[in-house]
């Protein structure tokens, strides 16, 4: 848990390199989750010339950008198919004490978010980063039509 009660998790690392004039110039990606348990969450992507300054970056652009999700007797309200690029991916409500059933990209937003019992499946691509934006995008629908339902 961070100072600002966010609580950090380092999805993917990786090491991107290019070609220049003067030779290789080497750099590294992060995506991070952080979320507050308490139903907000966020993503972001940092690059940098080193790891410790992409992570910090990473969690300042997620801090940046969060997602209020619904959490209503510690799950979602209802089931949600979603397809985003290549990332196919269903979550459905769990009954309680049934636990986070969720691979490990899904289930890194989910648990960052303080969902106790949800299930879910990733269909399409095995590709981390999609798979945590399209989880992040599912939410965040899932919100809008949440309050939507509210309001009928």
Request: aromatic share 4%.
């Amino acid at each position: 848990m961070a100072d600002n009660g966010f609580e950090e998790k380092i999805v993917q690392v990786n090491r991107v390199s290019k070609k220049t004039k003067g030779g290789n110039k080497i750099g590294f990606s992060v995506l991070a989750v952080v979320g507050d348990k308490k139903g907000r969450v966020g993503v972001g992507l940092g690059k940098a010339g080193d790891v410790s300054s992409a992570i910090k970056k990473s969690v300042s652009i997620a801090q940046k950008h969060l997602v209020e999700v619904p959490i209503i007797n510690g799950t979602i309200p209802f089931e949600y198919n979603i397809k985003l690029g290549a990332a196919k991916i269903i979550l459905k409500p769990a009954p309680p004490g049934s636990g986070v059933i969720a691979g490990g990209a899904v289930r890194s937003v989910v648990s960052a978010a303080g969902i106790q019992n949800i299930s879910s499946k990733v269909l399409g691509t095995k590709n981390q980063a999609s798979n945590v934006y399209a989880t992040i995008e599912a939410l965040r629908r899932l919100a809008l039509r949440f309050e939507r339902s509210k309001k009928a």
